[in-house]
Structure formats: C-alpha cells, structure tokens
C-alpha cells in the first residue's frame, strides 16, 4: 500500500510482461461460439537495431448478442446488452544506452452497443452506448552507478461515453448522458539498494483530472499528489521488515500520511510466519461525486452525490419519482467524505514438502467513512434509484486459506476459501440505542409476522458473502502435447437489498442464493507447436439468477491460434 497507494490495502499483483524480442513474430487467434461471440486478434511483434529496441502492435475484435437473465420481466431484449468492441494497441522501447531505456505504448478502444427491449404491455425502449478510450504512456528507466535506479513515468488516459434510452413509441427521450472524463498522471520513483539486506524505495508524482459530463456545470479539476518511501531489510536469515509511510493529497479532501509495516519470520524451515498492519486513504471519484448513470438493462439509476437533490428534484418534477427517502436526501447530498481504512494481516504458509503449499491467516479491516452505495428513491417505473453514501464505522473480520499440490508429474491442483464477515458498525450502535429508523420492527412477508430489531438480527452489508470458494486443476499430457483446465467456484448467499423497509439487511430481506460456476478448458497444440486448437465451456450447467443481471448462462467456445515464428 506504501508503494501503489490504499487500493492495494490488501496486497498487489504486479504482472511484468516479456521484455523486448528475440525475433520477428506474429500470431492470429479466432474464437466463435455462444451468444454469436465472436472474438478475433492480429498480433506482431520485431526487434530493430540489433535487439536494442523492440516494437509490438496488436489489433482486436470482439462481440456477442448479449443474454437476458429475466425473460419473465423483459419480453424482448436483453438484461446484457449486445455490443461491437474494437481495440489497438502498440508499444515501442528502445535502448538509449547501456543505462537509459524508453518507451512509448498506446491504446485505443471503442464501443458500440444498441438493444430494443419489451417490458410488457407494449412498452419497448431502445437503449444507445457508445464509448471510447484512448491510453497513452511513455517510461524512461536509467540506472546510475552505486545499485541506484530512477524510473519516471507519465499516463493519460480520456475516456467518453455517449449513452441514450428512447422510447420506441413516439421516439420520446428517456434519458442522455454524455460523460467526459481526461486524466493526466506523473510519477517519479527512485530504488536504491544500499547492501544486500537493504533496499529503499521512494518516490512522488500526482495527477489532474477533469470532466465534462453535459447535464451538469463543469465541476472543478480534481488535483492529487503524494509522496512514499519504503524499505526492505533483511534482519537476519529468518526475519524480514518491510515499512514504510505514504503522503496523499486532493485538492478538495485535504490530505493524510498512512504508515505501514511488515513482518516475515522463518519459524521453522518449511514453517513461515507474516504478518502486516497499514492504514489507507481514498478520496470520492467523479463517479461517486457527479455521475448520472441510467441502467437500462437492470432498470436502475445511480446519482452522484453532489448531484443527488438537483437531479430528484428534476425527476420528481417530471413525475418520474414514487418514493423518495427524505431522511436519507437530507444526510447525504452533497456530504461524501473520504474514506480512511486500517488494515491488520497475520499468516502462516507451510510446505512440507516441495510440491505441497499450505497457507492460512486471519484480517481484520476497519474502515471509517467508507464509500457504499444506497437506496434513496424509487422510480414510477419501480426502478431503484441509487446514490453514494458514507459508512461511518466499517468492518471486514475474517479467515482466508489456500492449498496447492503437485501430487504427480504435470498435475497441478489447487483450492482457496474464505469466510467474511462485513458490518456496519453504527447500525449495530443504532439498533442497540434505539434510533430511527433502525428502531423499526423487523417484517416477515411470508407469514406478516412482526419481531423488534436486535443487534444479533443484523446480517451485515449488501453485496457481501460469507463463504468463498475456489478449486481448479491444470494438467499436462506431454506425449499428446494437451492440457486440460478445470475450475469449480461457489459463492454463498449475499444481500441483494432491503425488501421489509427497516433500513438494515436482516433474515427476511432479498438475498441472491450461493451458487457453483463449473468451467473447463481443453487445448491441443499441433505443427510443432505453431497451431493451437482450444474449446472451452464457462458456467458448464448454466447456472442463471434475475438478480444477476451480468452473468451469463452456459458460454461455449471453439479457437485457433497459429504463431508464425522461426524454430
């Protein structure tokens, strides 16, 4: 979290992809198969100037009918939209020297979507998006002399999306959004390596952001910075520290430092011991602050907060409102705060032997002001409207553990789970005080029964599950040159939202019921390991739910890739 800032609270993956080229080499890759997707890439790549620089350019096509996961409801249409997407990219680096390298990547994608649907009666709307996002980076490493390295860096990125929902009837206008986001970003990072036991890492840079979205008064530029510094000392041969402190900044949430520290001790020599503690800091985003986002799919609208009482006001004016909580408008427009988190980790991991892994811990996180979103209206159309609120005292308790074994040649297997428990801890304080609205009775709608609020009654934050699941295999057959991969995952039941109106999630609320997804993957490859043949087949028994509008039912695939290359 030192180095990548408090959304990597709970760790980072760091993915460093190949470096430079050996040879001139291109690939072609198709995929076909349910829901029409069609999935298409072009890719090359060449090494110029005797290997000192290496050029990569890649070009993709992908698109599917989409799927509709409530027929009942929507007649026509679908609950996913279909869409076209299209994407190039490149990059370039080059070395300017023994110790300076440079490099320049791009991106480009595009997106285009269109869906008619029929929610009975007659009622058909038609649903508009188009997006697009252009990425650029450019890197310069130089290493001096003495184990020390200075890497700078410099992103932009503009995304844009254009959205509409008409009725088909008349052709009258729903709603439209045109959302323009452009963020410049900087950053400066020097590693030192002061002997082999030690090695500090630090750094600063911030960004500008701004957006231009045409429904509202063009809010104000976003500026942010920060500055971090971290080292690494190995103690002894059994003990390892990482710490570190980290300084962030925003031009409209003031700024704070997060300390964080880390601990590795080698208990036994197949025995090993970690533990971390950190605390983070998280600003609201333009999302959660201005945007006004309609989703025609699930039927839902969510208003940034500083835009909620305006926007309401506005809806409620074109008799597009049934129900408004006014209590909750009143505490929360215009009244996001920052979020700040402190985070506590401890583990084990154990390898009895060199094909067997076990690790095992327990976290705990609290979080103050955390960012979630809430109900706060209804629409005439019995669309939920949602907006951004702060949860004043947050907390995630609970264990995860993982195992991987090799128990023969070219079998892998492995197998990870957790158990969370996520509270609002001032619900809890709510209840046990008495105060509205959680002093309301808890409501039974099956039976109309009718029980007084308890603190044990509560059952935590929507969208959470308490049990996660996860076993995969990966075998190789080395004579046939085939793998095979297979992957189970469950999610138990989670809080989908609050049906008897208390205001917290309890027992009798709607709930998405756990689930297993079975997926399995088959790839031969042939001539010489230039062709491959792949099938692959997601969510094997089509598992589907309502109140999962984006998962789509039983996906089928057949590919080929052939890589053109020199032996």
Same mark, same amino acid.
């Given at each position: 979290?030192?180095? &990548? ?11 460093? +992809? ?51 996961? !409530? ?25 300017? +020297? ?44 130089? $290493? ?8 700078? $860096?410099?992103?932009?990125? !503009? ?39 030690? /090695? ?19 809010? #104000? ?54 533990? #971390? ?16 986002? &309609?989703?025609?799919?699930?039927? &839902? ?7 909620? $009482?305006?926007? *309401? ?15 909750? *408008? ?9 979020? /700040? ?37 209804? #629409? ?17 308790? #609970? ?107 309890? $027992? ?15 790839? /031969? ?18 598992? +589907? ?16 890739? &052939? ?5």
């Amino acid at each position: 979290s030192c180095l &990548y800032g408090s959304e990597a609270l709970g760790g980072a993956i760091n993915i460093i +992809t190949r470096y430079g080229a050996q040879q001139p080499q291109g690939s072609a890759s198709v995929q076909y198969g349910s829901l029409n997707i069609a999935d298409a890439t072009l890719e090359g790549e060449t090494p110029f100037k005797s290997q000192r620089g290496s050029a990569n350019i890649a070009g993709n096509y992908y698109r599917t009918d989409g799927f509709n996961t !409530n027929p009942k409801y929507i007649q026509q249409g679908t609950t996913a939209p279909p869409y076209d997407n299209y994407s190039l990219q490149g990059r370039i680096r080059y070395r300017l +020297t023994a110790k300076a390298t440079a490099g320049i990547s791009g991106r480009y994608g595009l997106r285009k979507s269109f869906m008619s649907k029929d929610f009975g009666l007659g009622i058909v709307s038609g649903d508009s998006q188009d997006e697009k996002d252009l990425n650029l980076a450019a890197t310069f490493d130089y $290493r001096f002399g003495s184990g020390t390295r200075s890497m700078s $860096r410099y992103y932009f990125t !503009n995304f844009r999306s254009d959205q509409s929902v008409n009725w088909q009837e008349g052709n009258a206008m729903i709603s439209s959004e045109v959302f323009s986001q452009t963020l410049h970003r900087f950053e400066q990072q020097f590693a030192y390596d002061a002997d082999k036991n030690l /090695k500090l890492t630090g750094g600063l840079g911030g960004s500008v952001e701004s957006m231009n979205d045409m429904a509202l008064t063009r809010p #104000g530029n976003v500026i942010t910075a920060f500055a971090f510094l971290q080292g690494d000392w190995q103690l002894t041969d059994k003990i390892g520290f990482a710490g570190g402190l980290r300084y962030d900044y925003t031009n409209v949430y003031s700024g704070r430092v997060n300390p964080s520290l880390g601990i590795q001790h080698r208990i036994l020599p197949k025995l090993l011991f970690k533990a #971390g503690a950190g605390t983070g800091f998280k600003s609201p985003d333009f999302k959660s602050r201005y945007l006004v986002f &309609y989703n025609p799919a699930a039927n &839902y609208l969510v208003i940034g907060n500083e835009v909620l $009482r305006q926007t *309401l006001n506005a809806l409620q004016n074109q008799g597009e409102i049934s129900e408004i909580r006014q209590y909750l *408008l009143n505490q929360l427009d215009g009244n996001l705060q920052a979020e /700040k988190s402190t985070s506590l980790n401890l583990s084990f991991e154990w390898k009895p032997k060199e094909n067997i892994k076990v690790e095992a811990g327990v976290f705990h996180h609290q979080l103050r002001n955390q960012i979630n979103s809430v109900q706060v209206a209804t #629409g005439s159309g019995n669309g939920n409207i949602y907006t951004y609120q702060n949860l004043p005292k947050a907390v995630n308790n #609970g264990i995860d553990a993982s195992l991987s074994i090799s128990p023969v040649k070219n079998l892998e297997i492995g197998a990870g789970y957790q158990y969370l428990i996520a509270k609002n801890l001032s619900v809890i304080d709510s209840i046990r005080k008495g105060n509205w609205p959680y002093s309301q009775n808890i409501h039974d709608p099956a039976t109309g029964n009718s029980y007084p609020p308890t603190t044990e009654a509560y059952w935590g934050i929507e969208n959470r599950s308490r049990h996660m699941l996860n076993v995969k295999a990966f075998y190789n057959y080395q004579p046939w040159d085939m793998n095979l991969n297979l992957r189970v995952n469950y999610r138990g039941k989670y809080p989908f939202g609050d049906l008897n109106g208390n205001q917290f999630i309890d $027992r009798y609320d709607t709930f998405v019921n756990g689930f297993f997804m079975f997926n399995a993957a088959v790839e /031969k490859k042939l001539m010489k390991q230039h062709l491959s043949v792949r099938l692959t087949a997601d969510n094997i028994f089509d598992y +589907t739910d309502k109140l999962m509008p984006g998962q789509p039912g039983r996906v089928i695939l057949a590919g080929l890739t &052939y890589r053109l290359y020199k032996d």
